[in-house]
């Protein structure tokens, strides 16, 4: 099992930044993909951004260019460093982990943006 803490969430204005942390409860060096997803109210959780094993990324069409992953192997840490942030980018977002054919998920962080 792989148990999931997010954190970094926050009230920011538009335009602002903010790094989410997920730590993991074992080594991230064995799982396969971590993943950053988001929901917000009313709509379908989505996928925000992905790294593997070999640091190869992944982003939603709407944040590349403004988000970026990064994972620390020694610290069991995922980050989520969100720049130029937008009202539309308000949701909850949760850390995954995809492990031995199972996912695991954290409990979420807000994250509002004001415009």
């Known amino acids: 099992q792989v148990h999931l803490v997010e954190s970094g969430g926050g009230l920011v204005q538009a335009g602002g930044s903010l790094t989410l942390s997920c730590v993991a409860s074992r080594s991230i060096a064995s799982i396969n993909f971590m993943t950053w997803y988001r929901q917000a109210p009313g709509k379908q959780r989505e996928l925000v951004a992905q790294?593997?094993?070999?640091?190869?990324?992944s982003y939603a069409r709407s944040v590349k260019g403004r988000f970026i992953i990064s994972r620390d192997d020694e610290k069991n840490t995922v980050a989520l460093q969100m720049n130029g942030l937008k009202f539309e980018d308000t949701a909850v977002y949760y850390c995954?982990?995809?492990?031995?054919?199972?996912?695991?998920w954290g409990q979420g962080t807000q994250v509002t943006v004001s415009a």
């Open positions: 790294i593997g094993g070999s640091d190869q990324t």
């Open positions: 995954s982990a995809f492990y031995v054919g199972n996912e695991y």
